[in-house]
């Protein structure tokens, strides 16, 4: 299925709208814009296997952009807005695209960029400083007719590791036909009650893999997506009791802030509507998910998995209900649980979470880290701790070499450690995850001064000016404390675990 084939049996049908603007696209006006962007493309001299590169806030020209791009056989990277300009250049640079497309909602790093990317093509949604070229305007005097030699592309999204730089993952072309069947159409059929043409609410940032996968499979379903610019938990209901929403993706940092509405808000909107509701991105806690569940009713699905696409968990409300805090079974490669030596375990016991028979793993321009996380077995990891019941279904117990998720969003420590230790004041950073009521955790920096003297408000200002002007602000640290000395092997290795058990009540700390 494809959005073309709905611009032909429904073609006024919404295929989004936003819900701030209340902007309308219909399947006629997405086919045609998006056959007018394919166009463009090939007039800037791009052919299949290309690869562009977006840097936007949730608006509507979104989809138009990306559904141009799958028609062109195009490689679509879609990057966070939340990023600096450095960080940009790097994942633009990386993934080899020929055009970069800018909104202005994105704010003002758009005006870094263009000393950094010289020989990228820059396009910008709406108004943008020079030498920025209007997306728009470009587009305008395009074919609203499909080009001649339409081949499905597909997105190339980036997936950090667990220390070092984002890592993309850049699935092979299929060569296929753009409205060949699609996977990612056959899951929520089967396994989330997805009715075909459904009102689907997305709360979420566009450049994350899940809200835009998901919102293009509802694309190819021939539903309406209902697209929120900015998640606010009371417009989210009455968005939900206006559009009569019967499905959605959500994170728990949703569910959490929706929950903390005092009763008489959450009353006040009717949300029988929904059907079925998906959450993943991050563990959801027991309790929150009980009280979404009597509230929301058992609608409410789980899933586990990674942009790299190497296996798939999934668990239904009933199942969930009777097996509280489990991630579910594997619906696309099976699982298995490894020791340190990498040999299987029985159920119960606690380890590695691995995928057998699954899709292989591969990252861009890395072929060392696919492999550290590919066993003798040819099994491959996330890098995720836990166990499988007798039944096959799985729990998470640990994060992935400490990453922390804050609001749904991976954030990875290595990257804030290692700026932090060229600040002149540092002798040693740590930096890890500690529990935090909203957002699931925050960023906590532990630092080892260079002279314990300096250790006090004063530096703690200037660290985390230092890390605000370095990163961008998901990355930056809500806390930083002091330790005299941080403890290391002599190795050189950093026992974190003996850090972060601090900030959840397992362990004594030192740290002021």
């Known amino acids: 299925m494809h959005p073309s084939l709905h611009a032909k049996s429904a073609p006024d049908q919404p295929a989004y ?34 690869v562009i590169a977006i840097l936007m806030d949730n608006n509507a020209r979104y989809f138009e952009i990306v559904w141009a791009a799958q028609r062109a056989g195009l490689y679509y990277t879609c990057i966070s807005s939340k990023l600096t300009a450095g960080e940009v250049e790097y994942i633009v640079r990386d993934c080899s695209a020929k055009v970069l497309v800018v909104s202005a909602g994105v704010g003002p790093v758009i005006g870094e960029l263009p000393a950094l990317l010289s020989g990228v093509r820059l396009l910008a949604v709406g108004d943008a400083p020079a030498p920025y070229q209007s997306f728009e305007a470009a587009r305008a005097p395009m074919p609203i007719t499909p080009i001649a030699d339409e081949t499905a592309g597909t997105d190339m999204l980036y997936s950090s590791g667990t220390t070092g730089r984002p890592k993309g993952v850049k699935p092979p072309l299929s060569g296929e036909p753009i409205d060949a069947p699609n996977a990612l159409v056959a899951l929520p059929k089967a396994f989330f009650d997805f009715p075909d043409r459904c009102t689907y609410i997305s709360p979420a940032p566009l450049y994350h893999a899940a809200p835009l996968r998901w919102c293009m499979t509802m694309h190819r379903m021939g539903g309406t997506v209902i697209v929120m610019e900015k998640f606010e938990p009371e417009a989210c209901l009455a968005l939900i009791e206006r559009y009569k929403v019967d499905t959605g993706q959500f994170v728990p940092t949703h569910f959490v802030r929706m ?13 029988s509507s929904l059907r079925s509701v998906v959450h993943a991105a991050a563990p ?75 899709p292989p793993l591969s990252y861009h321009n890395d072929p060392q880290k696919a492999a550290e996380n590919t066993n003798r077995h040819g099994w491959t990891t996330l890098g995720d701790v836990g166990w499988v019941d007798e039944d096959g279904y799985l729990y998470l117990t640990d994060r992935k070499s400490f990453m922390i998720i804050s609001g749904g969003v991976n954030i990875y420590p290595q990257e804030i450690e290692n700026l932090l230790v060229t600040h002149p004041s540092v002798a040693d950073a740590a930096v890890v995850g500690a529990p935090d009521e909203e957002m699931g955790e925050k960023v906590v920096a532990v630092i080892q001064p260079l002279d314990w003297a300096d250790a006090g408000e004063a530096l703690r200002s200037e660290l985390l000016a230092f890390t605000r002007a370095n990163l961008s602000h998901i990355k930056a640290p809500r806390v930083i404390d002091f330790m005299e000395e941080l403890p290391r092997h002599p190795t050189g290795k950093l026992y974190k675990r003996l850090i972060r058990d601090a900030y959840w009540g397992k362990e004594g700390s030192r740290i002021v």
Request: charged fraction near 25%; include cysteine.
């Open 17 to 50: 709208i936003m819900a701030g603007t209340e902007e309308t696209v219909t399947y006629r006006q997405l086919e045609e814009r998006s056959n007018q962007g394919a166009q463009l493309f090939r007039a800037l001299g791009l052919g299949a296997g290309d």
């Open 259 to 271: 929950l903390k509405l005092p009763e008489d808000v959450r009353a006040r909107y009717d949300v």
């Open 284 to 358: 959801c806690p027991v309790p929150v998910k009980e009280q979404m569940i009597a509230w929301w009713g058992p609608v409410i699905h789980e899933y586990y998995a990674g942009t790299e696409g190497n296996g798939f968990c999934h668990i239904s409300p009933t199942d969930w209900l009777a097996r509280k805090g489990s991630v579910g079974r594997a619906i696309i490669g099976e699982l298995r649980i490894c020791g340190d030596d990498g040999e299987p375990l029985p159920p119960r016991a606690e380890g590695i979470v691995y995928f057998a028979n699954g």
